[in-house]
């Protein structure tokens, strides 16, 4: 049978993606609209808010591509596709609840707000398995398994999608070497963390956790992160100049982006428990205030600069 063939029953990429490009406007529509009426709730559970998010999905995916909806979303119904199984018939609850927490858990945990002490923790390796494999098989499978079009949640459950109101079709079997692929990015994921705790517990890592510990100890911050970097300008009359930063970037519990003494607060907060600030040619600290609730996000940023020489005497 021909590739063309099977592509009658199993749904192609693109036509999948444009479903799930119409599901994520109908969540975030959803989101948009809480975040309206909930928005100081929202920033004041900081990052559990992503976990709100992540049930409304759930519900929504985990309903609609069940035999309760006749495995289509809205987006699948626009066009026309389907979540089944091997038989062609429509799946469980459960098994469509299932199949959306394989896919939806690492792009979820992807990003959120982890205390210095997990990240340092044993905890990191579970974490690393579940959002760096998980992420990349999901994406590579999607990309390059084109005879069944199953990615790591259809593989989990035996789940299809597939383009409605056609028969069966025999299809070709997912080839081997993509399974070892996925093998080798899990086994990569669970062994990263051995790396990375080593490099935390070095300089200057080690003081950058001092001080984003600090920061995010600040009555009126959530969560702080901070970073070095280096930017390089060229020019004919000035030739080329390198300027070195130091930035941090606190979330806020309310909307006082624009305080700059309270920036400088924060600021000599940093200049205390990393003294190699004092090498850069600037300080940047980001306030920023809103929410993440994973179908919806919004932030609120203002930057404010300083020359790290300003700090001399507040080490």
């Given amino acids: 049978m021909t590739e063309e063939v099977q592509q009658n029953w199993i749904a192609k990429f693109w036509k999948r993606i444009g479903a799930l490009f119409i599901d994520t406007l109908m969540l975030g529509l959803v989101g948009f609209l809480l975040g309206l009426a909930l928005e100081s709730t929202f920033v004041q559970i900081g990052g559990w808010g992503r976990l709100i998010g992540f049930v409304i999905a759930l519900v929504y995916f985990g309903v609609m591509n069940s035999k309760l909806f006749e495995g289509q979303t809205i987006g699948k119904m626009l066009l026309n596709l389907r979540v ?43 974490l690393s398995l579940i959002i760096f494999g998980g992420l990349i098989s999901i994406i590579y499978l999607y990309l390059f398994n084109r ?23 025999e299809v070709g079997k997912v080839w081997k070497t993509h399974l070892v692929v996925v093998a ?26 001092a001080v984003q510990s600090a920061l995010s100890n600040e ?11 280096t930017t390089t300008f060229s020019s004919v009359n ?10 941090a970037q606190a979330v806020l519990l309310s909307n006082n982006v624009s305080d700059v003494e309270f920036a400088r607060h924060l600021a000599t907060i940093v200049v205390k428990n990393y003294p190699e600030t004092m090498n850069k040619d600037a300080l940047r600290i980001t306030l920023t205030y809103g929410y993440d609730i994973g179908i919806w996000s919004q932030w609120l940023n203002h930057t404010h600069d300083f020359n790290p020489s300003e700090f001399a005497g507040e080490e």
């Fill in 84 to 126: 089944v199984d091997s038989e062609n018939q429509t799946i469980s609850l459960g098994k469509s609840v299932l199949r959306y927490i394989v896919l939806a858990t690492p792009f979820s945990l992807n990003g959120a707000q982890f205390s210095n002490e997990a990240m340092l923790s044993n905890l990191m390796y579970p």
């Fill in 219 to 229: 009555s009126g911050v959530t969560y702080a992160t901070i970073t070095t970097s």
């Fill in 184 to 209: 080798v990015f899990f086994l990569a994921a669970a062994i990263v963390p051995a790396f990375t705790g080593k490099l935390a517990q070095n300089e200057p890592f080690k003081d950058m956790l």
């Fill in 147 to 169: 005879v069944t079009r199953q990615s790591l949640h259809d593989l989990a459950v035996g789940t299809f999608v597939v383009n409605a109101n056609i028969e069966k079709q």
């Fill in 238 to 247: 000035e030739g080329t100049k390198t300027t070195t930063y130091v930035t």
